[in-house]
Nanobody
Framework: QVQLVESGGGLVQAGGSLRVSCATS????????MAWFRQAPGKEREFVAT????????RYADSVKGRFTISRDNAKNTVHLQMNSLKFEDTAVYYC????????????????????WGQGTQVTVSS
């Protein structure tokens, strides 16, 4: 039914770039704000970036601001995270998440507010 499938993870050197993507199905994508969270081994899941249902508003964690860019394509039901100037500390499993926003444009940084989650894709930054 509802599916969020991340792709694009892999191994990259510090200072390099990577783009992870999330393909979705089974829900009305344009009615949901989307977000990326990440979880490193031994740590709790943390907010990375979010984008409004119409793509006109974004928010980022301070740790990635200026380096990462979230975007969405409502015609293809996909969301992307472009990651530049990667650091070792960015190593984590990156998760795509969707939050119902039919009656709101509000964005959330709280993982408990999100309705659907993908399985995650591993991003490993060496050195």
């Amino acid at each position: 039914q509802v599916q969020l499938v991340e792709s694009g993870g892999g191994l990259v050197q510090a200072g390099g770039s990577l783009r992870v993507s999330c393909a979705t199905s089974g829900f009305t994508f344009s009615f949901y704000s989307m977000a990326w969270f990440r979880q490193a081994p031994g740590k709790e899941r943390e907010f990375v970036a979010t984008i409004s249902k119409d793509g006109r508003d974004t928010r980022y964690a301070d740790s990635v601001k200026g380096r990462f860019t979230i975007s969405r394509d409502n015609a293809k039901n996909t969301v992307h995270l472009q990651m530049n100037s990667l650091k070792f500390e960015d190593t984590a499993v990156y998760y795509c998440a969707a939050k119902s926003a039919l009656l709101t444009f509000a964005l959330s940084l709280r993982n408990t507010d999100y309705d659907y989650w993908g399985q995650g894709t591993q991003v490993t930054v060496s050195s």
